[in-house]
Nanobody
Framework: QVQLAESGGGLVQAGGSLRLSCRASGPTFSWYTMGWFRQAPGKEREFVASINRNSSSAIYADPVKGRFSISRVNAENTVYLQMNSLQPEDTAVYYC???????????????????WGQGTQVTVSS
């Protein structure tokens, strides 16, 4: 059973930055695409970013393009989400997830991900 643990959330003013981390258990982290999703109060969970296993490909949701950056360090079993120019609408619980299949693809659909972390709260004040 893979366990994912997010950290780095918190309260920040609009225009500020945060870096989220997600550390995975187990020896197979480098085989899989990783993703970040978020869920705001009263809204469905939405895709934020995805990175493939060797960091050769990454995709972003339109609302975060140019502001957020996903990266990973396979030797540390960790995926990161650097968030800049944060806005109040970025307030949400942020989740990392590991893809279901071993591939080099990136994914934006929930059903492509098999394991999920518990989430970390990000609150952006105006």
């Amino acid at each position: 059973q893979v366990q994912l643990a997010e950290s780095g959330g918190g309260l920040v003013q609009a225009g500020g930055s945060l870096r989220l981390s997600c550390r995975a258990s187990g020896p197979t982290f480098s085989w899989y695409t990783m993703g970040w999703f978020r869920q705001a109060p009263g809204k469905e969970r939405e895709f934020v970013a995805s990175i493939n296993r060797n960091s050769s490909s990454a995709i972003y949701a339109d609302p975060v393009k140019g502001r957020f950056s996903i990266s990973r360090v396979n030797a540390e079993n960790t995926v990161y989400l650097q968030m800049n120019s944060l806005q109040p609408e970025d307030t949400a619980v942020y989740y990392c997830a590991r893809a279901y299949a071993v591939s080099s693809r990136v994914y934006h659909e929930h059903h492509e991900y098999h394991f999920w972390g518990q989430g970390t709260q990000v609150t952006v004040s105006s």
